[in-house]
């Protein structure tokens, strides 16, 4: 068997497979070794723009929201990796509450380089919801839904997200529970939008 540290190092290694390896140790809580797994495949493949976004998540799990920021950066200009790394971007900044505007105009541009990503245009809405946008909010969140596939699961997970973006927002708790409902309508083991549900009483 192979371990991380060769599998990093081949020049062949397969991004996907590396991308996959870190996203798994990261969701069981091993931010460390997801970051090392990624940066000894980086030094071999440092332009990898889907790998620098994964890193850069990686780094906002470990509380390096500087270092976080200059990875994705080195990204919003790729053309094949610039909608998903400036929507990262947005993630990163909005952690610094004086940076909204900023983090609003960075999430814009991700919606603006892939208009149809339903992914996209609900983190905008999330970062309109914050900016007290709600009207525009709900427009992002409409065009998220009507972009969406025809997957109930996919779909619920939408309205999830969608209520995350709205519940906090001026006016927005009534449209947020709407989400929920309809969320546990398309997928009753829901557990995240049963929490959220219940939380709103």
Do not use: C, K
């Amino acid at each position: 068997m192979t371990d991380d540290s060769d599998a990093a190092n081949d020049t062949g290694a397969d991004s996907a497979a590396v991308i996959a390896r870190a996203q798994m140790l990261l969701a069981a809580g091993e931010p460390s070794a997801a970051n090392h797994v990624l940066d000894r495949y980086l030094r071999a493949h440092p332009h990898d723009g889907q790998a620098l976004i994964e890193l850069a998540q990686v780094l906002v799990m470990q509380g390096d929201a500087d270092a976080a920021e200059r990875t994705a950066a080195e990204v919003v200009d790729d053309a094949r990796f610039a909608p998903w790394a400036r929507a990262m971007l947005a993630q990163i900044i909005a952690l610094d509450p004086s940076r909204g505007v900023e983090s609003l105009e960075w999430s814009r541009s991700a919606v603006r380089a892939l208009p149809t990503a339903p992914g996209l245009r609900i983190l905008l809405a999330l970062r309109l919801g914050a900016a007290a946008q709600t009207e525009e909010a709900l427009r992002e969140i409409d065009a998220a839904l009507a972009l969406a596939p025809d997957d109930a699961l996919v779909r619920a997970d939408l309205h999830v997200h969608a209520a995350r973006a709205l519940v906090d927002a001026p006016g927005g708790r009534a449209e947020a529970r709407a989400h929920l409902v309809t969320a546990l309508e398309l997928d009753p083991s829901n557990d995240l939008a049963a929490r959220l549900l219940a939380a709103l009483g």
